[in-house]
């Protein structure tokens, strides 16, 4: 009788596991119809496709005025030349004019191209032009710590080259690179590889290859003839003082096909005095081989920043070596006053006496006083 009810109990005990696991299954195959039937609704209106939203760039929009005074003419300004390097400006972008200077809007964009690579775009639009800066992309997963850039892009070139105009701590760039770059530097169709060393401290050396069409030091684009090399470098010293050092070479061909080398040495220190405040020193000096006529320059700055709104700074620029029967004492003051309400603008105060400039092929000291405006909105903080 025993054996007969623990038969019954077993086999009622399976019965009711069997019902339950029936209705599990059925559960199951209920909810994955379910889900066919949602993915094929999304596929219906397209969503599987494409989703408009995944593939809206991150964008930014960068105002930037001034209200400029100085005791040179307009007329006479737009022709300026610096003796030995060249006799005519081709173009002024920024503060061209005696009183108020619209100096351009940049309008920039970043975005992911799926998991490989990601694409950068800067343009800018002045008064009466509209110019594609930068327009690159950018590799995100190469072996060894190699990455590549590609398209049209500022080159690597020195320590603020690769620096927009309104990022850079003076409202112009310093004279060194207006005299042997011009206002734009290197800016270039062409290629980038980048080499991050594994180790503590920051070790980084490029290359690049790039059509060459900078007309200041090079300007042969017929075909691409510059070619950038350099080696750049961070470390520390003690807890409060970073040290960043670099070296750089570039070689192309002049518009008559002559050879053209420049050269570049540059030594940051920051010390940090503390979390809002710090004191930088920056220097760099150029040298210039083109068609056997050697010149040489450099700048050396002093910026302080008081805290997160504040900055004051300082910048001595010359040219101290020119071509043969040419001046060899252009020189180049500049001081600057930089205040930021929050992290999206900047007003800076700047005054300068420049000593290289000739204007109508005559030398004349430049006295220049400008405030200028910058207003950015959304992800580009400066």
Known sequence: MQKKLLLCTLLSTYLLQANDLE???????????????????????????FNQKSFIPDISLILDGSAVSRNINND????????????????????KNRG???????????????????????????????????????????????DMKMGKFRSGFGRINAIHQHAQHFAEQPLVYEAMLGVEGINDAGVALH??????????????????????????????????????????LGDSTSVLTGASVATGKTEDNK????????????????????????SEYL????????????????????DSNWEFGARYGALNKNAKNQPDDLKKYSAIVSYSPFEFS???????????????GVRRTENQVLLEFLVETEAHAF
Do not use: C
């Not at 006479?76 to 610096?82: H, N, R, S, T």
């Not at 420049?262 to 940051?268: F, K, S």
């Not at 920051?270 to 020193?281: A, F, M, R």
């Not at 900047?346 to 109508?360: E, M, N, W, Y």
């Open 23 to 49: 209705k599990r299954v059925e559960k199951l195959e209920k909810a994955l119809q379910a889900q066919k039937k949602s993915k094929l609704q999304e596929a219906l209106k397209g969503g599987n496709s």
């Open 76 to 95: 006479e300004y737009e022709g300026y030349g610096i003796d030995g390097f060249f006799d005519n400006a081709d173009e002024i972008p920024f503060h």
């Open 100 to 146: 108020f200077n619209f100096n351009y809007a940049e309008l920039g964009m970043h975005s992911e191209v799926g998991p490989y690579f990601t694409s950068d775009a800067i343009f800018h639009l002045h008064p009466d032009e509209f110019e594609i800066e930068e327009a690159y992309l950018t590799t995100k997963k190469l072996p060894a710590n190699l």
């Open 195 to 236: 080499w991050v060393a594994p180790t503590d401290n920051y070790f980084m050396a490029g290359v690049e290859a790039m059509q060459g069409t900078n007309e200041l030091s090079f300007g042969k684009s017929s075909e691409n003839n510059l070619y950038v090399g350099y080696l750049k470098s961070g470390f520390d």
């Open 259 to 282: 050879d053209s080398k420049l050269y570049n040495g540059e030594l940051t220190l920051k010390y940090i005095i503390d979390s809002y405040s710090n004191l930088t020193w920056q």
């Open 287 to 306: 040298y210039r081989d083109r068609d056997d006529v050697k010149q040489g320059g450099y700048y050396t700055q002093l910026l302080y920043k008081k």
């Open 346 to 360: 900047k007003i800076r105060l700047q005054a300068t006496k420049d000593k290289s400039k000739s204007f109508g």
